[in-house]
């Protein structure tokens, strides 16, 4: 398809006839016109709201027909209108990036420029949604700007850099965790904007939109996706930032109509490594913000045991993660499929970093240690006596996990609140977000916690 201009994108994503232009007469600043020259172009940006299947929204995109959309100050000034004007109205904020970065005159202006755009974003980020989608080249501190998003939306054939000798192409974004979704091309992306539009709230102090749904046929099973597809409305389930963090699960998706986020672990890998903690945290914290619960799919070994430097970053993206958990106040509900073993468990479904339920499934195995570590310390001595000891850690292993380890014990000392069948997960979670949406929570007074960076 031909690249779409920025007036065609933004006719492209809102309803018909709704958009209206803010700015419209705001002139690019160059020599070749004066202030009064009424043939001189807009800004490099085209700025403005409309609607999108009747929810409003701001808009602006980069306009590279003028000044290859370079950001200058009266670019900045336009855009840094649109998020005023959006906190004070609590809606959503869509920013398409096509520009060649900043307006060059050797000043410090274009510093002061995206100064002004970093601000607004801070301010509003929490209080309404941010969505940016990279359809060309977004560079420097454009950059920065399209990653202050809640989510990132990026077509293939795009550009995502901090520097032009560094690579930017949609995959290594994609792979670094900075981008939510790749899309084929523009058309694709502009749906995805309306879709997530339509499903999340207007802004912090909105609930969920709850919304006509189609009952899913299929039936719930232990892998991550087979659980989604059994508990989620049919054709409701967006899975975000798919080539980061491989071991772990982020998807927006709606039982009974209304919005919930998912995250879990996959079953490409049995620990979770410090891509997937900062891929799990930064989810839990977008969901947190908008009031939207949370249901955490738990299976998995722990937290991978890497060495050297590796293992630093992976204690500071698994204190993140518990810390993004328990400070979250919105809903939140774990199911254990199969596997919480250590400090995973304590992180993703532990009661006392304020899971609201915790439910397990009658195989589960939790526990602080796997079961074939659990055996050297419990029963070292049946197996010092044995001549076959691989088969005998095997069967004091299956002994721990069966016993000690089983739900059943973990529920009889309060870890978890029920053990429940596979088949009844779906009306057990159902009940479990009904009851629970009412959930209101008081925080001390604070600015916010102090976690490792």
């Excluded at 065609?8 to 709704?18: A, C, K, T, V, W």
């Amino acid at each position: 398809m031909a690249e779409c201009l920025a007036l065609e994108r933004i006719n492209r994503l809102l309803d018909e006839g709704s958009f209206v232009e803010v700015g419209a007469l705001v002139s690019a600043r160059t020599t070749d016109f004066t202030v009064n020259d009424q043939s001189a172009p807009s800004d490099g940006v085209i700025t403005g709201y409309g609607q999108i299947e009747g929810n409003p929204v701001y808009v602006y995109s980069q306009n590279r027909d003028v000044l290859n959309g370079t950001m200058g100050e009266m670019h900045a000034k336009k855009i840094a209108k649109l998020y005023d004007m959006a906190v004070k109205t609590g809606t959503p904020i869509i920013a398409f990036y096509d520009s060649d970065g900043a307006f060059m005159d050797g000043t410090a202006e274009c510093l002061n420029s995206y100064g002004k755009m970093l601000s607004a974003s801070g301010v509003i980020s929490g209080v309404v949604p941010q969505i940016s989608v990279i359809v060309g080249a977004c560079t420097g501190m454009s950059a920065m700007l399209a990653c202050s998003a809640d989510l990132v939306i990026m077509t293939k054939n795009a550009e995502f850099y901090s520097a032009p000798n560094s690579k930017g192409d949609s995959e290594t974004a994609e792979k670094a965790g900075l981008v939510s979704l790749v899309c084929e091309d523009e058309l694709e992306a502009i749906e995805k904007v309306k879709t997530f539009i339509n499903i999340l709230p207007s802004n912090n102090l909105c609930p969920a939109p709850v919304y006509e749904y189609e009952e899913t046929q299929d039936s719930v099973t232990g892998d991550i996706k087979g659980f989604v597809k059994g508990v989620c409305d049919a054709n409701s389930v967006i899975e975000i930032s798919a080539g980061y963090g491989k071991a772990s699960y982020t998807a927006f998706a709606s039982v009974k109509g209304s919005t919930i986020g998912i995250c879990g672990t996959n079953k490409t890998s049995d620990k979770l490594n410090a891509d997937d903690c900062t891929k799990i945290a930064r989810f839990v914290r977008m969901c947190d913000a908008f009031a939207i619960p949370i249901v955490t799919v738990v299976d998995t070994e722990g937290f991978e045991g890497a060495t050297d430097k590796n293992a630093i970053e992976e204690i500071k993206a698994m204190t993140r993660l518990a810390n993004c958990y328990a400070e979250a106040t919105t809903v939140k509900i774990s199911v254990i499929t199969g596997k919480a073993i250590g400090s995973a468990f304590t992180a993703l479904a532990g009661k006392n970093v304020n899971a609201d339920f915790v439910f397990a499934w009658e195989n589960a195995v939790i526990a602080p240690v796997m079961p074939e570590t659990a055996v050297e310390f419990l029963w070292h001595d049946e197996l010092k006596n044995t001549d076959n000891l691989q088969a005998k850690r095997a069967e004091l292993a299956q002994k721990y996990a069966e016993t000690l380890a089983s739900a059943r014990s973990a529920a009889a000392i309060d870890a978890v609140d029920d053990v429940i069948a596979p088949e009844n997960t779906k009306d057990v979670l159902t009940s479990a977000l009904d009851i629970m949406s009412g959930k209101r929570v008081s925080k001390l007074p604070k600015k916010h916690s102090n976690i490792p960076l």
